[in-house]
């Protein structure tokens, strides 16, 4: 009778959990049994691992062998217990020492013949190690860029079972990581493409230097889409613990790259109308993975064509919104996936939406139903509404260039440098992030700024949380000028981009 173990991680979201896998052998009928809340993909995973090491020439053994995957209370999902499970099995049977086994995780799943195939979510996984005290990671060989991203762990790829099994004996080395890319520099489109539009280039600006949520309203060929694409390119580029929260994301979808691992543009990314709310939000059988919005972590989440989403769809991101974090309840367990992204919306005024207002054919109770679908509390929590109006001339705006991308993404930076500065000491980013109490009372501004959005309080025509997001702008608009703090002008600009009538 023996008994070893290794150590994988389990993901939950993106949160690690580390996990022991026990194998014993002992007296009975030849068989396998995996306990421990494996869900059927893994539960295949012992005829898969007993081939696998069968066709590496190595002998599994012809008595009982037991397999129990602890915590026994914690869902397991996917393939990459495989290379833990096949050498707990081989180190209980004597094949190799366990002795290099101590704070090693092992992640990888196996293909019949032996070989090690990539899987998702190593970037989480080991960062879940590390910060559990393991030191030491062996993964497949494909995956070793990604897992190199993580400071502070020793990463080893492996091409199959058999270096594996080879480097435990000290027969053989293991692939070592080269020094990891800084991050690919994405192309972006540049802000000078777009033809007039004065007023949404300038939401944009705004948008951009204070992180605020943007919707943008209009005939259709006026530029709302190739606004929204080009706000990625304003904002600063990622940090590298935000690069890392973007590529963990990423990792646990599979849709991380494999050559240039580390992001370092702030994603974009642009759903369909006829998504699902699953699709959009996160979910799916079982522990739920991660929906669009997460997908859309540090960068823009663009809705074009806004009113077509459906009310359950856009209703959704309400909490999102504010939380900056999603969790979706499942019976299994909660799963958390970071969100905190900026939301762009696009809508035509109308369903007809002809190139000039005076042109709809819509009854005024097919406008107001068509625009309702964007309700109240939505809308209460976008910052700036622009109207934008019909291109009525091209050749006159060659002479005159518009700025590009490089001039405004200038004063972005230093905008938001700004803003940092101030609010470094509370942990805050960028001004959209700033609670609410904090502008009225730690940062409260004279009575005479704040008049304006008193007054419209009293009337009923914002509400209080627009209020604070009033603030919010104003605090950007006086970065963007430079000066220390907002003025009337500010507050009554910011005031503005909440006109309802711009939605």
């Given at each position: 009778m023996a008994l070893a173990r290794s150590w994988s991680i389990a993901l939950l979201g993106i949160e690690g959990r580390l996990v022991e896998i026990e194998a014993d052998i002992g007296a009975g009928m030849p068989g396998t049994k995996l306990v421990g809340l494996p869900d059927p993909g893994l539960r295949e995973a012992k005829d898969r691992v007993r081939t696998?090491?069968?066709?590496?020439?190595?002998?599994?053994?012809?008595?009982?062998?037991?397999?129990?995957?602890?915590?026994?209370?914690?869902?397991?999902?996917?393939?990459?217990?495989?290379?833990?499970?096949?050498?707990?099995?081989?180190?209980?049977?004597?094949?190799?020492?366990?002795?290099?086994?101590?704070?090693?995780?092992?992640?990888?799943?196996?293909?019949?013949?032996?070989?090690?195939?990539?899987?998702?979510?190593?970037?989480?996984?080991?960062?879940?190690?590390?910060?559990?005290?393991?030191?030491?990671?062996?993964?497949?060989?494909?995956?070793?860029?990604?897992?190199?991203?993580?400071?502070?762990?020793?990463?080893?790829?492996?091409p199959a079972l058999t270096d594996v099994v080879e480097w435990l004996r000290h027969e053989g080395e293991l692939v070592r990581p080269d020094v990891p890319e800084v991050g690919h520099v994405e192309p972006v489109p540049d802000l000078a493409d777009v033809v007039g539009q004065p007023e949404a280039r300038w939401a944009l600006e705004v948008a951009a230097a204070g992180g605020h949520h943007v919707l943008l309203t209009g005939p259709p060929g006026t530029g709302k889409t190739m606004l929204a694409t080009r706000l990625p390119g304003l904002l600063p580029p990622l940090s590298r613990d935000e690069a890392l929260e973007v590529a963990a994301v990423r990792s646990v979808d599979g849709s991380l790259s494999r050559s240039a691992p580390l992001p370092t543009v702030p994603p974009f990314v642009a759903p369909h109308h006829s998504i699902s709310v699953a699709a959009l939000v996160g979910g799916g059988s079982g522990l739920a993975a991660p929906g669009a919005i997460s997908k859309a972590h540090r960068g823009v989440l663009f809705l074009d064509e806004a009113a077509e989403f459906g009310a359950e769809r856009l209703e959704s991101l309400r909490t999102v919104l504010e939380e900056g974090e999603v969790r979706i309840a499942r019976a299994k367990g909660v799963v958390r996936y970071p969100a905190s992204f900026q939301l762009v919306m696009a809508s035509n005024p109308c369903p007809c939406a002809p190139p000039r207002e005076v042109d709809c054919t819509c009854t005024p109770t097919a406008r107001r139903r068509y625009l309702s679908r964007l309700s109240g509390p939505l809308l209460d929590r976008v910052d700036l509404r622009v109207r934008m109006r019909p291109v009525t001339a091209r050749r006159a705006h060659e002479a005159c260039r518009p700025e590009t991308t490089e001039v405004v993404r200038a004063r972005v930076v230093a905008a938001r440098n700004r803003a940092a500065a101030r609010w470094a000491e509370h942990g805050w980013r960028t001004n959209a992030a700033v609670p609410g109490p904090a502008l009225w009372r730690e940062f409260a501004l004279p009575r005479s700024a704040t008049a304006l959005v008193e007054r419209s309080l009293q009337r009923g025509a914002i509400t209080a949380r627009g209020a604070d997001r009033c603030l919010r702008v104003a605090w950007t608009l006086a970065d963007l000028d430079g000066a220390d703090r907002p003025e009337s002008d500010h507050v009554a600009a910011a005031l503005e981009f909440r006109d309802r009538r711009a939605a």
């Open positions: 696998a090491v069968r066709n590496s020439r190595y002998a599994w053994p012809d008595t009982n062998v037991t397999l129990g995957l602890s915590p026994a209370n914690l869902p397991k999902v996917g393939s990459s217990y495989d290379l833990g499970i096949a050498v707990a099995v081989l180190a209980a049977s004597g094949i190799v020492p366990g002795g290099e086994l101590g704070g090693t995780v092992l992640l990888g799943e196996l293909a019949l013949d032996g070989r090690l195939r990539p899987v998702s979510g190593v970037l989480p996984a080991l960062l879940a190690a590390r910060r559990l005290g393991h030191r030491r990671a062996v993964v497949p060989v494909e995956c070793v860029p990604e897992a190199a991203l993580v400071d502070g762990v020793e990463v080893l790829g492996a």
